[in-house]
């Protein structure tokens, strides 16, 4: 092989460990991304995360989380859908430190935080309730997109 061929060759792999190692960093600093939701005691219901380009960040970086504050009504604007958009931890609590299960295993009808649908928009639906709760939300939104074919809910 002539000289130029050769380093050709290893500018090439060059290149491509260097995209590698940006690709895996890029991956690894959002893998560890943790969201926080404080929620009104009291609150029980759907709540969402409503992203608009010239909204508030709607988040604070606490430590090493982006906490939002839930607002009694239920819809906290936000500027982008990026922290919850991406692969990440997430944890909620009541505003007077009482955690909440997020997605578990546990009881049926022990109320916990659901995640559950982003639109087009960017929009984040989140439900604080229990299992059967969640289950009446996913049949009403098949139905408002005409998605069921029989009506179970009787």
Known sequence: MTNIKIAAQVGLGVVVFFIMIFMMQSRLRWASVHVHFVIPCGFRGLFVLQ???????????????????????????????????????????????????????????????????????????????????KKQYYLSHQRELGTVTNDDSQ
Request: net charge negative; charged share 20%.
């Open 51 to 133: 992203a608009r380009s010239d909204g508030p960040h709607g988040h604070q970086l606490v430590g090493t989380r982006y906490e939002y504050q839930i607002p009694l009504h239920g819809t906290l604007q936000i500027r982008s859908d990026d922290p919850i958009f991406r692969w990440h931890h997430l944890s909620a609590e009541f505003s007077n430190a009482v955690p909440l299960s997020v997605d578990s295993t546990i009881a049926a009808e022990q109320v916990q935080l659901f995640s559950l649908d982003t639109d087009q928009k960017g929009n984040s639906y989140y439900l604080l309730g229990v299992e059967e709760e």
